[in-house]
């Protein structure tokens, strides 16, 4: 599969690229890798996953989680939003949404 980085999703990463000097690769070592079997289904095409990265002494549970969406005709994946968990417990179905609406219109698939 592809993946194609939105620039609202890019715009996500910024702080974090700053902070973790591996980060941008760890992320693209990731999206190569991912198998949507190691990830929670939440909808149709969407999953959300745990990602570690190289810099963090944490591992999966205390690290960044990844939802990303998935669209199967075009072997494609589209990251939709992340967040690390020590900052935030969980996300809601609508936020997720939200970002689903913006990252789709930006990549031209509404």
Known sequence: MQFILSEHFKKQLKPYARKYKHFKRD????????????????????YKTRMRISDMTKG????FRLIIHIVETDNVLLPITLYLKNERAD???DEIDEHLTIVLAE???I
């Open 27 to 46: 992320l693209a070592q990731f999206l190569e890798q991912f198998d949507k079997r190691q990830a929670v289904h939440l909808r149709k095409g969407v």
């Open 60 to 63: 999966k549970s205390g690290a």
């Open 91 to 93: 996300i809601s179905a």
């Open 107 to 109: 990549v031209g698939m």
